[in-house]
């Protein structure tokens, strides 16, 4: 077994890899990911363990994340990726990564893989430790949407076929965009629903910078809700083997009676199937090991599009400090700003 750093020339090396190995997806360990962060000026690391027939059988992508005073921590979202979880293996890829962490004088290291509850242990054996706050949700809601569109309907809760509907009966109209233009009006929605529902978004210019990458690679695509001339709901989606994820959205304060983000998302959900998408993956809800309260409508919501199924359940974030006098004056600051 040896440590590699995957180079761009690697792109299509490293993302088979991700797809055939990634529990959600991998979106957020895709060579495409890696070249959004590096497009916000972050500081990169795809670093693999490959055995001794060039075979990978761990993958990491880490993201530097700068901190005010020169201060920064390398942050592994939704990884790393495994073939499985071997002790050995996962020992010999934590010693590469804190390898870079002393080199880049980076205070902590944070990863979140998608495993499912019960895999705790094998972090804890490399040395790390259960992190006091998520980043990537908890707990997550993916339905098969393999099944045909009159079955998949039937699967859903009535109330949501009959918001679906509803939605259709008013006229609300669907209208999809690959034009990074038309970003600014999923932004003004996205505002409205941070202000409305009390969350922090990113910068307009986020938002942007990942639809340019992803688009180009025929990886995205928003989502437009219009109701009596007016754009009243929009939806991010993106597209990644077999899984599409619901990445982002927003809608307007007004014209909540049209019922349009339940007829966005059925449209995003069969623009999916066309796209030979296996997966939806609705993100963070609540589930058993995470419970917030401010995510009770928002996962009724998303739960009305499959309420038989089981809730994804992940071991969820995980750290090594590796300044402890920088990651406690971090963790103060953080809980001033909530």
């Known amino acids: 077994m040896q440590i590699i750093y995957v180079t761009d ?19 957020l360990q895709s060579y495409q990911w890696s070249e959004f962060q590096k497009m916000l000026d972050n500081k990169i690391f795809r670093l693999a363990l490959v055995d001794d027939a060039g075979e990978l059988q761990a993958a990491a992508l880490l993201v530097r994340h700068e901190l005010p005073f020169e201060y920064n921590y390398l942050y592994c979202p939704r990884g790393p990726i495994v073939k499985s979880n071997d002790k050995k293996n996962l020992k010999a890829l934590f010693t590469e990564i804190k390898k870079i962490a002393q080199a880049e004088k980076s205070f902590m290291i944070r990863v979140d893989p998608a495993w499912p509850v019960g895999n705790e242990k094998f972090l ?9 706050y998520e980043v990537q949700p908890k707990c997550s809601f993916v339905i098969d949407i393999a099944p045909a569109e009159d079955i998949l309907l039937a699967s859903f809760k009535p109330k949501t076929r009959y918001n679906i509907n509803l939605a259709q ?45 992803l688009v180009k690679e025929n990886m995205a695509q928003l989502f437009f809700a219009e109701y009596d001339n007016k754009i009243v709901a929009a939806n991010f989606v993106t597209f990644f083997g077999q899984f599409a994820t619901y990445l982002h959205g927003g809608s307007a304060d007004m014209y909540r009676e049209a019922m349009a983000t ?28 995470y419970q917030n309260d401010k995510w009770a409508g928002i996962t009724r919501f998303k739960t009305g599009f ?33």
Do not use: M
Request: glycine letters at 10%; one cysteine or more.
């Open 9 to 27: 020339q690697d792109k299509n090396y490293w993302n088979r890899f991700i797809l055939s190995n990634a529990g959600s997806g991998g979106l």
């Open 262 to 289: 339940y007829l966005l998302q059925w449209q995003g959900i069969l623009a999916a199937k066309q796209r030979g998408c296996v997966y939806y993956d609705f993100g963070g809800i609540n589930g058993k090991t």
């Open 169 to 213: 009966r008013r006229g609300v109209k669907i209208r999809p965009s690959t034009e990074p233009a038309e970003i600014e009006s999923f932004w003004r929605l996205l505002k409205q629903t941070a202000d409305r529902d009390h969350f922090h978004t990113h910068l307009k210019e986020h938002y942007l910078k990942l639809f340019e990458i």
């Open 306 to 338: 499959g309420p038989e199924v089981a809730i994804q359940e992940y071991v969820g974030g995980f750290e090594l400090i590796l300044n402890p006098v920088v990651f406690a004056a971090y963790k103060f600051i953080k809980q001033i700003r909530g």
């Open 124 to 132: 804890l054996d490399v040395g790390l430790r259960r992190s006091d």
